[in-house]
């Protein structure tokens, strides 16, 4: 399987706790993105990744989250202290860069956080 | 920032007809525009995109049409079947940034 991999699927944690979802993008994609769905909505942008640098994040991003991306290759997103606010699905995406003729973004199956 | 709209947000169509997705958005400088299929439980799909330079594109079944001037860009599935039921969102992309309407519920009945 060639696409992007995130792990785990699900994630059931109790409140307070922390958790960490990993991404695994497409190999030759130097661009990672987070994003954050709940129920009903469209994916809402957390933060960006071009190469190992994070070059954005969201005001949704509070100061409980944290992305990493150290050899530019896979992803984490912790978050900490999880509230049930928390609760959606955790997307990750990659793409080539803007240079690229191709710069689509490609969706990992998600990781469904819930917090309870 | 950007805010994409998008309607309806559910859409019921019998096996065999058309069915036509609108977005609109506001920032002038977004370029370029995917279009995902979501099933339940399942991430994003993309199924189509268009280019800011392109005013349709057309994929077998799917078709993508851009009106700049208007800043509005619609999907259009024919001769639809069951297996094209799930959530289908729009996006546009300013910068780095990918913004995503709200969906549309699509339901083929057979």
């Known amino acids: 399987d060639t696409g992007v991999s995130q792990d785990p699927r699900h994630k059931i944690t109790k409140r307070g706790q922390n958790v960490t979802f990993r991404c695994d993008p497409i190999?030759?994609?130097?661009?990672l993105y987070w994003y954050r769905q709940t129920l009903g909505q469209g994916p809402e942008f957390l933060t960006y990744?071009?190469?190992?640098?994070?070059?954005?994040k969201s005001r949704l991003l509070s100061d409980r989250f944290s992305a990493e991306r150290p050899k530019g290759s896979f992803s984490t997103l912790e978050i900490q202290r999880t509230e049930q606010g928390d609760s959606a699905m955790y997307l990750c995406?990659?793409?080539?860069?803007?240079?690229?003729?191709?710069?689509?973004?490609?969706f990992g199956q998600g990781t469904r956080l819930t917090v309870v | 920032g950007e805010n994409v709209e998008q309607h309806p947000s559910t859409l019921s169509v019998q096996e065999g007809d058309s069915a036509v997705i609108k977005c609109t958005y506001s920032?002038?400088?977004?370029?370029?525009f995917p279009w995902y299929k979501q099933e339940l439980g399942k991430g994003p799909q993309l199924i189509i995109d268009?280019?800011?330079?392109?005013g349709e594109k057309k994929d077998q079944r799917i078709a993508v049409t851009l009106n700049k001037t208007a800043k509005h860009f619609s999907l259009h599935i024919t001769e639809t079947q069951p297996e094209d039921s799930a959530v289908y969102f729009c996006?546009?992309?300013?910068?780095?940034?990918?913004?995503f309407g709200t969906g549309t519920s699509l339901t083929v009945i057979p």
């Open positions: 995406a990659s793409s080539r860069d803007s240079r690229a003729l191709n710069t689509e973004a490609f």
């Open positions: 190999s030759e994609h130097n661009r």
């Open positions: 990744f071009q190469n190992e640098a994070q070059l954005e």
């Open positions: 920032d002038s400088a977004s370029n370029y």
């Open positions: 268009i280019r800011s330079n392109v």
């Open positions: 996006a546009a992309r300013t910068g780095n940034q990918f913004y």
